[in-house]
């Protein structure tokens, strides 16, 4: 459905990295946001609703409607259109409720 315009061809400067979505490893760009390398490895739902269980993907991607809620590095509730991709990231998508953070 999504796919990068310029996807054959990466410039030569721009560094790769790895990133484990639900336990499957995917190479990206440094510097691209969570919710574009979930739309760029055909994800587009981040998250299930707690009340009817649907699913919820990027709809903004300007960190205005919080649909793109994933957990980072074990952190729940971090927007993946606001979070930029490091290499080592573990994002998991949430399912049901939310957690309550402090």
């Known amino acids: 459905m999504f796919r990068r315009i ?3 061809v990466m ?9 484990t979505v639900d336990g499957a490893t995917l190479e990206c760009r440094e510097g ?17 609703t707690a009340v009817s269980g649907a699913a919820r ?12 809620l994933v957990s980072i590095d074990g952190r729940p509730n971090q927007q993946a259109c606001m979070a930029r991709v490091h290499d080592g990231m573990r994002v998991e998508r949430q399912l049901g409720a939310r957690e309550v953070t402090a």
């Open 6 to 8: 310029d996807a054959a």
């Open 32 to 48: 691209d946001s969570v919710a574009a390398v979930l739309f760029a490895a055909g994800v587009v739902a981040c998250r299930d």
């Open 11 to 19: 410039q030569s400067t721009e560094r790769k990295v790895r990133v």
């Open 57 to 68: 993907g990027p709809y903004c991607m300007m960190g205005v409607c919080y649909d793109c």
